[in-house]
Structure formats: structure tokens, C-alpha cells
């Protein structure tokens, strides 16, 4: 297959761990034969500082051209400590993914076997996990009307949804659960906002025409204290921007580090690849950063293409590392392996297994260690 991938590196450790998934998706390049084009786009305060401006048009048109983009992380401690900015490097990333009209952004959260011991949570609580996040990405309290007083004493950040905006997500999760348990969770806080009693007239409509899918309403604050007590109740979880936002971060802890949840944006035209966690500014250039979730967040892109072998053997690559401990400092404290040598071991161990005819017992999990 060809694809035009665009790289947005944006800002901390964002370009470093893009560099390992890049070495990926080159290892299938490779070992299944398909012939990937990457360039690089500026975005965030890597282009505010370049150019003046978050998202430069060249980045978003190249964005637009391409058949994928793959981000990395935004943000850097300059703008979080200045509250009188008036653009802020997130502005870029938010901007991209309403032109891109990424509505859709789903986070698969799966307990890796490997590290069950790593998350403070205990391990009978955790086993089992296999949920996914499906997030509003382009409207409600994100892009909402802002506005602060002149005299900067009073603020205010408009929460808006649509019927068509809950709608076109809730039927991506529905269809979702449909292909998976079956169980949906739409997770509001209807006893208090407007927004969230729509959310709960549109879908519940919709939840008619998937009579096999079992829906279930819950508010985000024991939605919240149940993903701590007893995750695997869940399937799918639907949420708008920000209440997905906020859950999904609550799950890094049940996997036991930030570093290794992917996610994929996905829209009727575009689709992005974007780690879950933030730039981390302070690992910037230290060679310690996680470079899982962005190698992740490519196994995603191959998945979206229909390219499953490909997206297998990647994920079977990074559960080898984890069981062989070739794993950065936030997943085993006292390892020896940094960013690069991560993304090393994992882009060496992708094989495509109808080649390869020395089966071994590594090799066991291709195939059907789907993160989905
Ligand atoms: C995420 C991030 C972004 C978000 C930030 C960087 C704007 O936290 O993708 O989860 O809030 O959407
Ligand atoms: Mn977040």
C-alpha cells in the first residue's frame, strides 16, 4: 500500500518518540512491502517560535493532502506559566483537529500483560481491562464561545453541543460496541448540565436502532471512581471533549505509566495518530521518553488502512519488548534502555509472520494480540 504520511513532531519529546514510531512504520515498510512518503509539518511552539503561528497554513495543508497524520505531543512551560498569552501552542493542535473535522477520537485502554504489576492499583482490580474511549474531539466547552473581562476578574467558556455532533459519534461507538462486547456507557453529568441531558435524549434514540448493544448512562464522577475500582465492567465508553479527556488520562494509572496509551482521531476525510500524553518538557532530548504510545499511536494508523497483519506484528513487537524488560524508566526504574534503543528493539522485531519461517515461541502472540 501507499500512503502519504505527515509527521508533526510539535514540541518537548513529541519529535524523539515520533522518530521511533517513523522507524516502525518503516520496519513494515520493509518487512510487508509497502512504500510509506513522510514529511515533516511544524506545529505548536516549535512553529510559534519559527514562524509566529501554532499551525502554520503549509502544515494544515499538508495535513489535508496527506492520508494520515502522525502527531506527536504540544505544550511547552513558557506559555503553561504565562496565563496572558494571547495564542498558546494547544491553539494549533485544537485548530487542526476542527479543520481536519476529527470528531472522533478513540482511545483503546487494554491491561498489557506483561506490566500488570506496574500500576498502583492491585492486580485482581485490574485484570481484564479492555475498554476504549470514544471521545468527542471538535465541539463542546473546548470550542466553545470564550471570553475573559477586561478588567481579567471574571471568565467564561461556553459548553455547546449539537443533535448532528453527539449523533455522528455516538453511531462510531455504537458500531464500536456492536463488534466488540456489546456494552456502551455514555458518561455525562445530566443531573446538573444541559449538554448532557441532549446527550442522553440523542443517544438514547440512536441506542434503538442497535437493540444488540446494551447502553448504560453514568455520571462522570462514579464513571470516575468505578474506572479506579472496577474497570473491566467496561466496553465502550462515549464522552464528550472534555469528560473524555479527563477519564482517558485516569487510565494511564491503570496501565501503569503516561507513556504508552495511543490514540487515533479519526474524521470522514482525515485521520490523526496522536499519543495520549502531553509533551513532558522537562524528558525533552534525554533519551528517557516512553516512545510506546506514539509506536502505538502508528499501529493505530496501519489498523485504519485495514493493514491488520502490519498492525499486529507492531503490537506483538512492543509486548516482546515489555517481557523481555527493554522498557524506558517510567515503566522499570534502573533500566538501561532509553528512547532510542526502545524504538531499536521493537522496529527489529517487527516480522510479517507468513515470511518468516523461524517461529519461534516469541512470535506466539502475532496475530492476536489486538489492542482494539
Ligand atoms: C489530549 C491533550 C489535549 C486535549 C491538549 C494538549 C489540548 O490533553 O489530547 O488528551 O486536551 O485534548
Ligand atoms: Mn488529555
Known amino acids: 500500500m501507499q500512503l502519504n504520511i505527515a509527521l508533526l513532531g510539535g514540541d518537548g519529546i513529541g519529535p524523539e518518540v515520533m522518530a521511533q514510531a517513523v522507524k516502525c512504520l518503516q520496519a513494515v515498510e520493509e518487512n510487508f512491502g509497502h512504500d510509506f512518503t513522510f514529511t515533516e509539518g511544524l506545529i505548536g ?6 514562524v509566529g503561528d501554532p499551525i502554520p497554513k503549509e502544515t494544515l495543508k499538508l495535513c489535508k493532502e496527506s492520508d494520515a497524520v502522525l502527531f506527536g505531543a504540544i505544550g511547552t512551560p513558557e506559555y503553561d506559566n504565562n496565563p496572558n498569552a494571547k495564542v498558546r501552542p494547544e491553539d494549533g493542535l485544537l485548530y487542526l483537529r476542527k479543520e481536519l473535522d ?3 477520537n478513540i482511545r483503546p485502554i487494554k491491561v498489557f500483560p506483561a506490566l500488570i504489576n506496574n500500576s498502583p492499583l492491585k492486580k ?3 485484570a481484564g481491562t479492555d475498554l476504549v474511549i470514544y471521545r468527542e474531539l471538535t465541539s463542546g466547552i473546548y470550542f466553545g464561545e470564550k471570553s475573559l473581562s477586561p478588567d481579567g476578574s471574571e471568565a467564561m467558556d461556553v459548553c455547546k453541543y449539537t443533535e448532528e455532533e453527539i449523533s455522528r ?5 455504537f458500531k464500536a460496541a456492536k463488534k466488540r462486547k456489546r456494552k456502551l456507557t455514555l458518561v455525562d453529568k445530566a443531573h446538573v448540565l444541559e449538554t448532557s441531558r441532549l446527550w442522553r435524549k440523542v443517544v438514547g434514540n440512536i441506542a434503538e436502532s442497535y437493540p444488540e448493544v446494551e447502553l448504560t448512562c453514568m455520571y462522570i464522577d462514579n464513571a470516575s471512581m468505578l474506572m479506579s475500582l472496577n474497570p473491566s465492567q467496561f466496553d465502550v465508553i462515549l464522552a464528550s471533549n472534555m469528560f473524555g479527556d479527563i477519564l482517558s488520562a485516569q487510565c494511564n494509572v491503570l496501565i501503569g505509566s503516561s507513556g504508552l496509551l495511543p490514540s487515533a482521531s479519526i474524521g470522514t476525510e482525515n485521520a490523526m495518530f496522536e499519543p495520549i500524553h502531553g509533551s513532558y518538557p522537562q524528558a525533552k532530548d534525554k533519551d528517557i521518553a ?4 506514539a509506536i502505538l499511536s502508528a499501529a493505530l494508523l496501519l489498523n485504519h488502512f485495514g493493514l491488520t497483519d502490519e498492525f499486529n506484528s507492531v503490537v506483538a513487537a512492543v509486548h516482546k519488548s515489555f517481557r523481555k524488560k527493554i522498557v524506558t524508566i517510567d515503566v522499570m526504574g534502573g533500566t538501561k534502555y532509553g528512547t532510542e534503543s526502545v524504538g531499536d528493539f521493537i522496529a527489529a522485531n517487527i516480522v510479517d509472520v507468513d515470511n518468516n519461517l523461524n517461529i519461534n515461541d516469541e512470535n506466539i502472540d502475532l496475530g492476536k494480540s489486538t489492542i482494539i
Open 45 to 50: 511552539a516549535a512553529a510559534m517560535d519559527k
Open 102 to 104: 476529527l470528531f472522533t
Open 124 to 126: 485482581e482490580v485490574i
Open 169 to 173: 459519534v455516538a453511531h462510531m461507538a
Open 290 to 293: 516512553n516512545p510506546v504510545a
